[in-house]
């Protein structure tokens, strides 16, 4: 069944089929991860934000956040929430006492492979359209609602994604389909009900007729780290040391010493300030100034880990503000109200301050070492 995401018309038709085919199962366009967020839309409510942050798991919480506010407010807009008729298909499957099958790819791993196949500047091009689509709000007629009901919305947004960034055409199309059509032909039974968006039956149809299997490890691999990424995490603040050493081996224990405080000031400084425009509490500012001097020589942790623990500590959020975060988000004010998001919105500040910081430092040092 090639279905409408959005469509309230095939969320119906999922269960008058599967009441009509009986099948023996039901395969469905689903992760584990994604079905327990359609299942348990009040999941924030059980969030425990100590692990978030322990595991260091901010930044996998903001993008889920970003996500869910974005089907949150199309729900609102369509009258049914985006994936309804998936989540449909497992109850009315649980309701014949058939057995339903999650048989999409772990969306995590769809991110990785997707993010990985960007270039820097492509990866720059989509946070910056990620971070303006946030608060944008465009009004919609009568006639686009009545559209975007009648089509399959989320593969026609991954369509003109991939248009606009053809890396992710293979990860968030070619590669889905054929993960899909696997496990579709993997599932136990010899009559099967599968539901998937109907921009996936063509990809799909050519796998299954074609009889050839597909190795899904290959497609669940987490693309390894870049060799460049690790050089210079750990290059640049050997090489920042190394130029400090330099000067107090040339010019003696003052210049060391100035240099430390030049760099405690280049990196602490702007970390602070955008602790500050965070409308952090005033023990996060002091934490940003004090811990950026540190993190940014090491790559094992960043200021914006540091500043959302004492965040957190000093400005635990309250259970109703959880169960309010979808909505808060789509708004600047709520953004600042709500102290869950506000630890958030602290850790990508400090986070970007701590950078801006490190690079600041940075031609600083150089500057001393050429005079």
């Known amino acids: 069944m090639g279905t409408a995401h959005v469509s309230r018309e095939s969320t119906e038709l999922v269960r008058r089929v599967i009441e009509h085919v009986n099948p023996d199962g039901v395969c469905i366009e689903l992760d584990t991860g994604r079905y327990e967020a359609l299942a348990k839309p009040q999941r924030f409510e059980q969030l425990d934000l100590r692990q978030v942050l322990s595991n260091r798991q901010l930044p996998t919480l903001f993008a889920n956040l970003l996500l869910a506010s974005f089907q949150h407010a199309l729900g609102v807009k369509l009258g049914v929430r985006p994936g309804a008729e998936l989540l ?19 969306v995590r791993i769809t991110l990785r492979r997707a993010w990985a196949a960007l270039s820097f500047w492509k990866k720059a091009m989509l946070a910056g359209a990620l971070a303006e689509s946030l608060f944008a709000r465009p009004e919609m007629s009568e006639d686009d609602l009545r559209d975007l009901r009648e089509r399959d919305v989320m593969t026609q947004l991954l369509e003109e994604l991939a248009k ?88 003696g224990i003052d210049e060391v010493e100035a240099s430390a405080l030049q760099w405690v000031l280049a990196t602490g400084t702007p970390t602070a300030l955008a602790a500050a425009a965070s409308f952090a509490h005033p023990a996060t500012v002091l934490a940003a100034f004090l811990a950026a001097p540190i993190t940014t020589l090491s790559p094992l942790i960043g200021a914006g880990h540091v500043t959302a623990v004492v965040q957190a500590y000093v400005r635990p959020p309250f259970v109703r503000e959880l169960s309010s975060v979808l909505d808060d988000l789509s708004s ?22 701590g950078m801006l910081g490190m690079w600041l430092g940075v031609s600083q040092l150089v500057a001393r070492l050429v005079q």
């Open 88 to 106: 449909e298909g497992a109850r009315a499957a649980e309701a014949i006492g058939k057995p339903f099958h999650l048989c999409d790819r772990e």
């Open 332 to 353: 600047w004010r709520g953004l600042f109200r709500n102290r869950l998001l506000r630890i958030l919105l602290v850790f990508v500040a400090t986070s970007f301050g």
């Open 164 to 251: 606009a960034f053809p890396g992710l055409k293979r990860v968030l199309i070619d590669e889905r389909d054929a993960y899909l059509a696997e496990r579709i032909r993997q599932a136990p039974g010899a009559r099967l009900v599968a539901i998937v968006g109907a921009g996936h039956i063509a990809g799909l149809a050519a796998h299954l007729e074609s009889g050839e299997t597909v190795a899904l490890a290959p497609l669940e691999e987490l693309p390894p780290p870049s060799r460049w990424t690790g050089v210079l995490a750990w290059g640049i603040p050997a090489l920042i040391l190394l130029g400090v050493a330099w000067l107090g081996y040339q010019r």
